[in-house]
């Protein structure tokens, strides 16, 4: 196959990826859409139960704004009682953020139900379909893999 084939290949498959995103994305039954945050305050909680606690400044390099606007992410999650902050036990300058249970168990439901629905759509495949959808994201999970630690070191 040629670049020029291959480019239109990648194109065709990113576009009926957006397709497939948006038919998600739309779904009424959706909790990201009964979600009262916005993308921003969202995108805290998210990094929170990836990472657990951030500080303040973690947050600040990870969401590329800067410390106001955190200071007001998290003033609006900590009203919310989705986050919380505390002390560093290693540096008592720093203010560490957390997610509350309540935080933990959103995020828990919003990626349960996004679980649940790609488990139907991946039911309406075949088991040569499955096979070759598991190599082909082991594969994908293996570049990105390979793409975020060549871009940390």
Do not use: W, Y
């Amino acid at each position: 196959m040629r670049d020029a084939e291959k480019g239109q290949l990648v194109d065709r498959v990113v576009h009926a990826q957006r397709r497939l995103q948006r038919h998600v994305a739309s779904t009424h039954s959706n909790p990201l859409l009964q979600v009262n945050l916005t993308m921003q305050q969202l995108k805290v909680l998210l990094m929170l139960s990836m990472g657990g606690s951030l500080s303040g400044q973690e947050l600040t390099r990870g969401l590329g704004v800067g410390s106001a606007t955190v200071t007001g992410l998290v003033d609006r999650l900590v009203n919310q009682g989705l986050v919380l902050r505390r002390e560093d036990p290693h540096d008592r300058r720093v203010r560490l953020v957390e997610p509350t249970e309540a935080g933990r168990a959103l995020v828990a439901e919003l990626e349960a139900a996004g679980t649940e629905h790609f488990r139907g759509l991946l039911a309406t495949l075949d088991a040569e379909d499955l096979l070759a959808l598991e190599r082909i994201v082991n594969r994908l999970t293996a570049a990105a893999t390979a793409g975020s630690s060549t871009a940390c070191g």
